[in-house]
């Protein structure tokens, strides 16, 4: 390990936590920090929000309560086992015919109300 990166590492996770600090006592006592520009935007997002979401970036996103990162967690929480395969799809339906000539049991006869050409009670269009 290089003796001169372990300066640079703690400067540069020192970077935000500083901005961040600059930018709170910013918006706390000069009410127009609080107010938004037409290049910028809202300004309490550049002087908070921007340098606390780059202080959690160079936390590795760490959440809070100790949660340990999924590379760092212990290969027995996977899941044991084959991997999951496609189950293979059952042929193809067969062809029923509904009222496609013949007048099976379940359709409606002659006799029946509303019982068109095709022999179902199907409302025409209108």
């Given at each position: 390990m290089n003796p001169s990166a372990a300066p640079a590492a703690s400067s540069l996770r020192d970077v935000p936590r500083y901005l961040l600090a600059i930018g709170a006592m910013l918006v706390l006592l000069l009410p127009a920090a609080r107010g938004s520009s037409e290049w910028l935007g809202w300004w309490p997002m550049w002087l908070l929000a921007m340098?606390?979401?780059?202080?959690?970036?160079?936390?590795?996103?760490?959440?809070?309560?100790?949660?340990?990162?999924?590379?760092?967690?212990?290969?027995?929480?996977?899941?044991?086992?084959?991997?999951?395969?496609?189950?293979?799809?059952?042929?193809?339906?067969?062809?029923?015919?509904?009222?496609?000539?013949?007048k099976g049991a379940g359709s409606k006869g002659a006799g029946s109300k509303g019982a068109g050409p095709q022999g179902g009670g199907s409302k025409a269009l209108a």
């Open positions: 340098p606390a979401t780059a202080l959690w970036a160079v936390h590795g996103f760490a959440l809070p309560g100790g949660s340990a990162p999924v590379a760092a967690r212990p290969l027995s929480a996977r899941r044991r086992g084959p991997q999951a395969r496609r189950r293979v799809r059952p042929g193809p339906r067969p062809a029923w015919s509904k009222g496609a000539g013949s």
